[in-house]
């Protein structure tokens, strides 16, 4: 109700009662209403801002006008290739010009199977841009699995490294929805038979139109999409919004989460046929960061080499990555990595050991945690004003959490037996469920998903994951629902064993998975791996490290000396093959 319409309501019942009830007021003309938390109708003004749709169209137009001359840089075998976001987006026009001619419509899924390039960025820009899908193929999947997602995703057009040809090949039988092969970054020795007509990339541009007249889309169609690795279940579609693409770049550019900025030097080291490299490509396109592009080569010598050629600030990638890293500096000392403002680490928890492994040379480890269901990013683990007072070693505990939510999104934690939110005890721990503009509603093709218990309750999303919450809002994940270790009615981490035994100065990697025991249902078995030169880990020496840390309970019941960890296509810890390995060698007895 506004003002004057208020004033003339105490006007009128200031008038004598009769001539009141005689003449009726005016009603009011009726306003628009929302619902109140208690479900009554509330009435509220129009806003009066602009609908202004958040699309990737938005992102490219910056990089496009404010920041062409930013340099982009690809690793190559023999040194860089470079570029700038200003001839980025002229082939991603042409691109986009091109897709068009060949009947691509709006919502048509075009996929790509290739590295970190600046080749993948131009189309990062232009297959959402002109209203199509970008689906980013996982190209360490097996064939079947890449067949799976190709076929079910219904994929027009796959943009692919001519390296990755091979192994699309293989993929043959599912590409009935496929009309053509588009080869980057090399060319194909041949047009294999039955196999859809190959195009380069090269002649798809040189024939292209220079300009296309973007079409208008609405913020909440399809821009993108991932599936999900399939750790534990089947590869699941998630479909990105251009709405939420945009809003999880804008997450990215605020200072307390990675704080991206022009000024920054960015080097994704996470794939970008996974969850859009994190979202990193399209935030640095907003603000005009410069962008290092590891192309195939992920080995630490590879990329330290290039970190330091490029002065790159702030990099990104899963903890093996960064555990190759250290490995490589304790080798290798001088190589000056000094321009590094910040290494973003998720994917999987990393070690409070790496963390300070990596404080050494005074590069900062940022944990985040996130899903391909989140876009991904859920949470940082940023130490809150005041926390600066605190000791080295209470520092390091809170940045080994996976930190508190970003704005953004919310994030509560639920008993699962009791179906209430657990307490913030830090020792409590449930499910972490999670929504937001960048949380992922239902799965692509969800009718065609084996039935189970539904991923979403009540408007949130059920990630899986076990945490505790701390007083502070600080979440640490325990495990994953189905790699919890269920001792004897308890519950133990695997997460937070295999933290404390990467910390032992002799182990380079070591995961703990529950294996079947006759009389505690389940009891922790730990795989290691030894650093270089190392003598083997005994089961005793392995407890007598673990016991000041842990309950006595949790201590392993066997240790597997083994050369090698099992990962999944994204570099996490494989622990469904890990368990099968182990099934041979390890009989837990009472
Ligand atoms: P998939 O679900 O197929 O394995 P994702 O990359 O989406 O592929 O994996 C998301 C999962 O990775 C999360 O549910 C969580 O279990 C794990 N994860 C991600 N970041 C972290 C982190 N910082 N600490 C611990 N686990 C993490």
Redesign the pocket.
């Known amino acids: 109700m506004n003002w004057f319409r208020r004033n003339a309501a105490s006007q009128q019942s200031s008038q004598p009662s009769q001539v009141a009830q005689n003449i009726a007021p005016t009603p009011a003309p009726s306003e628009p209403t929302i619902r109140s938390q208690s479900g009554n109708a509330v009435p509220v003004i129009s806003s009066t801002m602009m609908d202004y749709p958040l699309t990737v169209q938005f992102i490219f137009q910056r990089a496009k006008t404010l920041f062409p001359k930013r340099e982009l840089v690809t690793v190559t075998a023999d040194g860089y290739e470079r570029s700038t976001f200003g001839e980025v987006c002229a082939n991603a026009e042409k691109i986009a010009a091109a897709l068009n001619i060949m009947g691509v419509k709006k919502g048509d899924r075009i996929a790509t199977l290739a590295w970190n390039t600046t080749r993948h960025l131009e189309l990062y820009m232009a297959i959402p841009t002109m209203g199509a899908v970008l689906h980013t193929l996982n190209l360490r999947l097996a064939s079947d699995q890449l067949g799976f997602i190709i076929q079910d995703a219904a994929d027009k057009i796959i943009f692919a490294d001519a390296d990755l040809l091979p192994l699309l090949e293989k993929c043959r039988p599912y590409m009935g929805s496929v009309e053509r092969i588009v080869v980057m970054n090399g060319s194909a020795a041949s047009q294999p038979a039955d196999f859809p007509p190959i195009l380069q990339y090269e002649d798809v541009i040189a024939n292209a139109p220079t300009s296309f007249t973007w079409p208008e889309l609405d913020e909440r169609e399809a821009a993108a999409m991932c599936?999900?690795?399939?750790?534990?279940?089947n590869?699941?579609g998630v479909v990105y919004s251009h709405r939420s693409v945009y809003l999880h770049a804008s997450s990215l550019i605020m200072t307390d989460t990675i704080g991206l900025s022009g000024s920054d030097i960015a080097m994704p080291i996470v794939p970008m046929f996974?969850?859009n490299a994190w979202g990193l490509p399209h935030a640095a396109a907003m603000v005009g960061s410069k962008v290092v592009f590891p192309g195939k080569y992920m080995d630490p010598a590879r990329i330290a080499r290039a970190m330091a050629d490029e002065r790159v600030t702030l990099s990104a990638g899963v903890?093996t990555i960064w555990l190759g890293l250290v490995q490589f500096l304790e080798k290798n000392p001088t190589v000056d990595l000094s321009s590094i403002r910040y290494l973003v680490?998720?994917?999987?928890?990393?070690p409070s050991a790496l963390i300070a492994a990596l404080d050494k040379y005074n590069l900062k480890l940022l944990?985040?945690?996130?899903?391909?269901?989140?876009s991904?990013i859920?949470?940082i683990s940023r130490l809150k004003a005041g926390m600066e007072s605190l000791s080295y070693t209470e520092q390091l505990a809170i940045r080994a959490k996976?930190g508190f939510p970003v704005p953004g999104v919310e994030i509560r934690i639920m008993n699962m037996e009791t179906g209430k939110e657990a307490p913030w005890d830090g020792v409590s721990f449930g499910e972490?469920q999670i929504r937001g503009p960048w949380i992922t509603g239902s799965y692509f093709h969800s009718e065609n998903l084996e039935q189970g218990e539904s991923k979403f309750i009540d408007g949130w999303f059920r990630?899986?994951?076990v945490a505790t919450m701390d007083p502070d809002g600080y979440i640490q994940?325990v495990?994953?629902t189905k790699d919890v270790i269920k001792s004897g009615g308890e519950w133990i981490s695997s997460?937070q064993l295999e933290s404390i035994i990467m910390a032992h100065p002799r182990v380079a990697e070591a995961a703990v998975v529950g294996m079947p025991h006759p009389k505690w249902q389940e009891r922790p078995v730990a795989a290691v791996v030894m650093k270089p030169d190392q003598p083997p880990m005994t089961l005793e020496e392995l407890r007598t490290f673990l016991e000041p840390q842990v309950a006595k309970w949790w201590l392993p019941d066997a240790i597997v000396i083994t050369s090698a960890i099992p990962k999944?296509s994204?570099g996490?810890f494989d622990k469904k093959i890990l368990r099968s390995q182990l099934q041979d060698q390890v009989h837990l007895a009472d």
Do not use: F, L
């Not at 599936?227 to 279940?233: E, I, L, P």
């Not at 680490?345 to 990393?350: E, P």
């Not at 944990?367 to 989140?374: D, Q, V």
């Open positions: 599936y999900t690795s399939g750790t534990t279940a590869p699941k996974h969850v903890p680490c998720g994917g999987s928890a990393a944990h985040a945690w996130g899903m391909t269901e989140t991904p859920g949470s996976q972490i990630t899986g994951d994940i495990d994953r997460v999944t994204v996490k």
